[in-house]
């Protein structure tokens, strides 16, 4: 038994994180089609959390910058074919549930931006103001030393990590049928 609950929430969630992850490993941000749709399932995802980060988050103004930054990307784009699915939850997630999605989603776009950089896309360059927000490791610090100080094998730990697996799903209910519209008219994108 992992007796810091930090990294027992993460072996808890890695087989839906590792959807997500191969989510997003499927677009290229070569093609404004696929960092549009990127960014639209953030939108979709991130604006549920919206809804539920509140005062006990810490990272309820973070989510906040997000979520204003998904939007003023996203304008610099015409109108999609791609619709997101509609995300959404069956309750309101544990604070800490969101604090460390919210956060890990930061380090995992400092990777994301590497890739974002070696597009030559003028609009696809031009909407890279949610990915280059910036990390802030102190606030990673305190989301980390909050769930290593929860018993791992208590109610709150348990409903945290019940609670990460469903915020992952609101990312792959979001990136529903992302490849839909290649397969369907047989083209690679």
Same mark, same amino acid.
């Given at each position: 038994?992992?007796?810091?609950?930090?990294f027992a929430l993460r072996d808890g969630a890695r087989e839906a994180h590792d959807c997500v992850d191969a989510l997003f490993s499927q677009l290229d941000f070569q093609h404004r089609q696929d960092y549009q749709r990127f960014l639209l399932?953030?939108?979709?995802?991130?604006?549920?959390?919206?809804?539920?980060?509140?005062?006990?988050?810490?990272?309820?103004?973070?989510?906040?910058?997000?979520?204003?930054?998904?939007?003023?990307?996203?304008?610099?784009?015409?109108?999609?074919?791609?619709? !997101?699915?509609? $995300?959404? &939850?069956? #309750?309101?997630?544990?604070?800490?549930?969101?604090?460390?999605?919210?956060? @890990?989603? =930061?380090?995992?776009?400092?990777?994301?931006?590497?890739?974002?950089?070696?597009?030559?896309?003028?609009?696809?360059?031009?909407?890279?103001?949610?990915?280059?927000? !910036?990390?802030? $490791?102190? &606030?990673? #610090?305190?989301?980390?030393?909050?769930?290593?100080?929860?018993?791992?094998? @208590?109610? =709150?730990?348990?409903?945290?990590?019940?609670?990460?697996?469903?915020?992952?799903?609101?990312?792959?209910?979001?990136?529903?049928?992302?490849?839909?519209?290649?397969?369907?008219?047989?083209?690679?994108?």
């Open positions: 038994m992992c007796h810091d609950f930090r399932i953030h939108a979709a995802s991130f604006g549920v959390l919206g809804h539920y980060a509140d005062r006990h988050c810490l990272t309820q103004d973070l989510l906040a910058r997000m979520n204003a930054q998904l939007k003023a990307d996203l304008a610099g784009f015409p109108a999609s074919a791609f619709t !997101p699915g509609a $995300p959404v &939850l069956a #309750r309101a997630p544990d604070p800490l549930a969101i604090d460390y999605v919210v956060c @890990g989603s =930061r380090l995992g776009s400092q990777l994301l931006s590497r890739r974002w950089l070696q597009s030559r896309d003028a609009v696809v360059r031009a909407a890279g103001g949610y990915l280059n927000l !910036p990390h802030n $490791p102190e &606030l990673w #610090r305190t989301v980390c030393a909050a769930l290593s100080a929860l018993a791992p094998d @208590g109610r =709150r730990a348990a409903r945290i990590v019940r609670d990460v697996r469903a915020v992952f799903g609101l990312f792959i209910e979001s990136g529903r049928g992302v490849q839909a519209p290649a397969m369907a008219e047989g083209q690679v994108q």
